[in-house]
């Protein structure tokens, strides 16, 4: 049997609703075959060369962090160009926190349609099942005294495949969905910490050791 005999078949078994559920499928493959292309053209996660752009620029080069900067793809490489040429701009840093907003919800745009996805479709298959078993039972109040048990049985198992269509599409669905979620956090922390690198350069945290020797020194005891 090939693959299209067996989605024919299952459409025949399970009707309308494993019809909605198998587009939501097509849906989701979709979005997510985009938002990986706009992860890989946008170069989510890999910010090394503007990470070294960065650590220039904290150093007190920004020779070498132009030029690093300029070979970086990154989408937040524009962002940190105009925090560097503009570093001493009253209220920049409100305008880039905004910008990098901005360009962060686009890269979470269609997570709300996954997330909806991943809610609708267990939902899809439980409502199919309630229907097929509402029909089961309704052939077998049919059938009177001559009551067949295949005729129930058969009924159950087709009842049940909307639910198993439908919980097949929500758990990847809900997988992608943390994933994208996690990238898209991690480069949150990522652009906040590179633009307040750049609005502050040179500002060192104190490391654990450092800390514990300034209170015992004479004076802080």
Known sequence: MSPFDALR??????GPV???????????VAVTLYKLW????SGVGRHRVLS???AAWD???????????????????????VAMNASDTPGLDQR????????????????????TVAQLAPLLGLFGTVLGMIEA????????SSVDPSLLAGGIWVALLTTAVGLAVAMPTSMLLSWFESRTARERVFADKALRTILVPGQAVPQADD???VATAPGHA
């Not at 078949?9 to 399970?14: N, R």
């Not at 706009?38 to 053209?41: D, E, I, P, R």
């Not at 962060?104 to 745009?109: I, K, M, S, T, V």
């Open 52 to 54: 070294e752009a960065l």
């Open 96 to 115: 880039l926190d905004a910008e990098a907003g901005l360009a962060l919800a686009g890269l979470e745009r269609g997570f709300r349609l996954l997330d």
């Open 211 to 213: 800390t514990r020797a």
């Open 9 to 14: 078949e299952i459409l025949d078994l399970g």
């Open 137 to 144: 039972f309704r052939s077998l109040q049919s059938a009177g």
């Open 59 to 81: 150093a007190g080069d920004p020779q070498t962090a132009h030029a690093r900067l300029d070979k970086s793809r990154s989408y937040l490489a524009p962002l940190v160009r």
């Open 18 to 28: 494993v019809a909605i559920l198998i587009a939501m499928s097509v849906v989701t």
């Open 38 to 41: 706009q992860f890989a053209a």
